[in-house]
């Protein structure tokens, strides 16, 4: 399938949503699990393709790299899973891949560190992105998301599988489908310690009374 650059008529170019959990959760639900394992699938494709490389001679592949190849792995999975889906377009949109879902939901697909930042270049058209702002060459209407997934320190196995909605240096909501789901982390990035995972771990076991974080904010 080639890639495609959807233009959008002056009809289409109104203010941008920003849907909320509860909002976007109803949007992702024919859609959250199949991305899921799109994601899951690329890093376990990933892995064999690491440990086939090391039969003749161990080959140390840098973070960047790793990356990279999972990204296309994703783009790959992700193309062909919702190729045919009503309502949903994928491809590129100004040289970067996405998943436009019924013009709600706009999600490109990163690597995430613990605190659901993504692996990206601090570009203007990132900032722009995160910040939810006009960006030229895509949709004008939908909340702009990440999807991410968070490798271990071996990048042996996912700590997690995110989506994550960044309103500038504000971390509105993260989703883990089926485990966990956190609203409204306003962030200080300037600072140094800060592990946003650890404080929702806190947070939800505060909430729910259990260590466990089989809960959520709806």
Not at 54 to 76: G, P
Not at 95 to 104: A, E, H, L, S, V
Not at 106 to 114: A, N, T
Request: hydrophobic share 35%.
């Amino acid at each position: 399938m080639e890639n495609v650059l959807h233009l959008f008529s002056n009809k289409d170019a109104m203010m941008r949503q920003l849907l909320n959990l509860q909002e976007s959760q109803e949007v992702l639900k024919p859609y959250s699990g199949e991305i899921t394992k799109c994601i899951q699938d690329s890093f376990n494709e990933f892995t064999e393709i690491q440990k086939f490389s090391n039969r003749e001679r161990f080959v140390e592949f840098n973070i960047r790299t790793k990356a990279n190849i999972i990204h296309d792995l994703i783009r790959s999975k992700i193309t062909d899973t919702f190729s045919n889906t009503k309502n949903v377009e994928t491809g590129d949109f100004n040289r970067i891949f996405g998943m436009n879902i019924d013009n709600q939901l706009f999600i490109r697909f990163k690597k995430m560190d613990r605190n659901f930042n993504v692996s990206a270049t601090l570009t203007k058209q990132h900032k722009k992105y995160r910040g939810q702002q006009e960006l030229e060459g895509f949709p004008a209407r939908p909340t702009f998301l990440f999807a991410g997934y968070m490798p271990d320190k071996a990048w042996a196995s996912l700590q997690g599988i995110y989506i994550a909605c960044w309103h500038g240096d504000t971390l509105e909501w993260i989703d883990e489908t089926g485990k966990y789901s956190y609203e409204q982390i306003s962030l200080d990035l300037t600072s140094t310690g800060n592990d946003i995972k650890e404080v929702i771990t806190r947070r939800i076991t505060g909430k729910t009374g259990t260590e466990e974080r089989k809960t959520g904010t709806n």
